[in-house]
């Protein structure tokens, strides 16, 4: 769940719209928070979870909004301030499944959440959650450019295929034409206009030029 989560909020911090990169993971997060209640049986409130959400990760939602500012740059912009808000963005919430999942297994609910003493832990988990999102990042990359090679094989063989089947449609054409004329002298040699010698000479000439 947390890995889902983790993946998709990497895809929203890649939104090229100023800023609704920032709200989407936000938007994301909640819903983690919300999934994470349901399967730990916790009452789920979406006030009390937007706060702690937004008291978590104040200082990494600054980041994020940075990285979303420098996508207002012409061209590179776009590609460094994306990779940049996909990674913290993807890290953020690892820290914030991570934390969660801690305090839930402990015994703890929403209504006793403490964002102050659980920081600390949060602020922890975001550097190993960039690892972990740039990792994700560099494996769904590689993942992309195998499919990628794979299609472009795929492509070329189905050329190559398509080449062979035209040059053996010709060549089998060009082997009836053969058979065809040789009986077509056969018959002039068999009805006297042409003599044996004749033929022969016609039927090497024929085989040369196939």
């Known amino acids: 769940m947390i890995r889902n989560h983790v993946i998709w909020s990497m895809g929203a911090g890649l939104i090229p719209v100023l800023i609704a990169d920032v709200f989407a993971v936000s938007a994301l997060q909640l819903d983690m928070i919300r999934q994470m209640s349901k399967v730990y049986d916790v009452d789920f409130s979406e006030t009390q979870g937007k706060a702690i959400v937004t ?44 934390v969660f999942k801690r305090h839930f297994e402990s015994g703890g609910t929403i209504l006793d959440f403490d964002p102050a003493r659980l920081k600390k832990l949060y602020k922890e988990q975001f550097e190993k959650g960039k690892k972990v999102a740039e990792q994700l990042r560099k494996d769904q990359k590689a993942r992309k450019e195998a499919e990628a090679e794979g299609k472009a094989r795929a492509e070329a063989e189905a050329k190559v295929k398509a080449e062979a089947e035209k040059t053996g449609a010709v060549s089998q054409e060009k082997d009836g034409n053969v058979i065809q004329h040789l009986k077509e002298l056969a018959e002039l040699r068999d009805n006297g206009i042409i003599s044996e010698e004749e033929f022969q000479e016609m039927k090497k000439k024929l085989i040369r030029e196939f």
């Open 55 to 98: 008291s978590l990760t104040s200082s990494t939602v600054a980041r994020i909004t940075a990285g979303s500012l420098v996508k207002m740059l012409p061209v590179v912009g776009s590609i460094i301030g994306g990779v940049t808000v996909s990674v913290f963005a993807g890290a953020s919430t690892f820290a914030l499944g991570q």
